[in-house]
C-alpha cells in the first residue's frame, strides 16, 4: 500500500512541475520576443535621432523601450516565481525521497540480520521439517520464497530512490544557478531601465525648447485627423446605406412577389365566389317565378354563404414600397450576419495589419507623450514599421471604399459584415472597391514621409462605433 501511495506522490509532483516547467517555456519565448522588440526600437531610436529636427518622436520611441523593459523585468519576476516554485516542490521531494531512503535501509539492514540469523541450509530444513502437515511446509516454503522475493525487491528499490534522490538534487542545482541568473539579469536591467528614464528626461527637457511651435503642429495635425475622421464617417455612412438599400430593394421585391401571388389567389377565389353568387340569385330567381306561376307563395330564398360573400369582398394586398433605409445600422442578411459573427469570433486573435512594427500611438483620448496638459484623440492605432513596409488585411472581407486624401495618401475600407477595417497613409493601392481580400492580403504600401517615418493608421468601427483595436488584435 505504502509503494502505491509514494507512486501516486511521485507522479503527483512530476506533473506539477511538468506544468511550470511549460509555463517556463512559453515565458521564455516572450521574454525573447520582448528582447528583438528593444533591439528593433534601440535601432530606430537611434535613427529618429539623427533625422529628427525636434525629439518628439525620440520620446515617444523611447517611452516604448521604457515600457518594453518594464514587461521584460515583469517577465522575469514571473520565471523567477516559477523557479522559486519548481526549487520548494523539488526540496520537499527531495526530504521525502530521504526519509523513504532512510526507512528502507533500516527494514533492509533488519531483513539482513534476519537473514544472517537463519542462513543455514540446516535452519532452513529444519524450520520446514518440524511442520506439522504438509499444507504447513508448503504454506512455510512459499513463506521463505516470498521473503527472498520481497529482500530483493527492497534493494532494488533503494537503488532506484537513491538515483531519483541524485536526480533531484541535481536538478535543484540547476533551478538555483537559474534563479542566481535571473535575479543578475533583472539587476542589470533595473540599472538600464533607470538610464533610459533618465535619457528621455534629457529628451523631454531639449523637447520643451520649441513648445510654443510644436504644440501649434499637433493642434494642426489633430485638425487634419478630426477632417479625415469626418470623411471616414460618411464613408461608412455610405456603406451602410448603401447595403441596408439594396437589403430594402430585395426585401420589397419578395414581399412585391408575395403580395402578387396573394392578389392572383384573391382574384381568382373572388370571380368563382361571384359566379356561385349569381348561380344562387339565378335558382332564387327561377324559384320565385315558378311559384307565381302557380299562384303560390315565393319560397324562401336560398342564402349566399358567409364564405362567398367574404371571398368577393376581400380587399386588395397593399403596394410594397422601399422604405427609407438607416444609415447608422447595417439591417444584416444571412450572408453579413455570418460574416459579422466570424469577424466577433476571432477578437483578440486578428493578425496586425503590419507584418512589422510597433504601436507608436494608441486609442482614444490621451496626454500627449510630452505635453502632458495636452489632450490629443486618435480613432485607430498608429503602427511605425519599416521603410517599403506593405498594409495587409486583418480579416477576410470586401473593399468598399478606396479614397485619395491626398496624392500621397490614400485610404482603403474593408467590410466584414457589420465592422469596418480602415487602413489609412498608403502611397499606393493593390485593390479596387468590390473585391473581396482574404487574411494578410497587402492591400497597398504605407507612405514614407519626409522625416523616414513609414505610420500605418489602423481603425476598426462596428457600424459607425470606433471600437480600440488592441481588443481585437492577437499579441506580439
Known sequence: MLKYFLSFIFLTTTAVLWSQDNQQKKLEERKVKIQQEILENETKLKTVKKKEKTATKAIVLQSNKIKLKEELIATTEKQKTLLNNSISVNQSQINKLEKE?????????????????????????MFLLSSESFLQAYKRAQYMKQYTNFRRIQGKEIQSKTYSLYTFNAKLDVQKSAKEQLIAENDKERQSLEKEKQEQEKLVASLKKDKKQIIADIKKKQQ???????KIDKLIRAAIAEA???????????????????????????????????????????????????????PKPIPVPKEVEKAIAKAEPASTQVKA????????????KVDSDNFKANRGKLPWPVERGYVSLGFGDQAHPVY????????????????????????????????????????VMLQHGDFFTIYQNLSSVNVSKGDNVSIKQSLGKIKTNGDGKTILKFAITQNTTYTNPRAWLAGK
Open 101 to 125: 531512503l532512510e526507512l528502507l535501509k533500516a527494514d533492509y539492514a533488519k531483513m539482513i540480520v534476519q537473514s544472517y540469523k537463519s542462513r543455514s541450509e540446516e535452519s532452513r530444513a
Open 325 to 336: 433605409v438607416s444609415s447608422t445600422k447595417i439591417d444584416l442578411s444571412s450572408d453579413g
Open 244 to 298: 441596408n438599400r439594396k437589403a430594402a430593394i430585395e426585401k420589397a421585391a419578395k414581399e412585391k412577389a408575395k403580395a402578387e401571388a396573394i392578389a392572383k389567389a384573391n382574384a381568382l377565389a373572388k370571380a368563382k365566389a361571384l359566379e356561385k353568387k349569381k348561380e344562387i340569385e339565378k335558382a332564387n330567381a327561377l324559384a320565385a317565378a315558378k311559384a307565381k306561376a302557380a299562384s303560390k307563395p315565393a
Open 372 to 411: 502632458r496638459e495636452l489632450q490629443i484623440h486618435n480613432s485607430g492605432l498608429e503602427f511605425t514599421t519599416d521603410s517599403g513596409a506593405s498594409a495587409r488585411a486583418v480579416f477576410a472581407g470586401v473593399v468598399t471604399s478606396v479614397i485619395i486624401i491626398s496624392p500621397v495618401n490614400k485610404l
Open 224 to 230: 487634419e485627423a478630426k477632417s479625415i475622421d469626418k
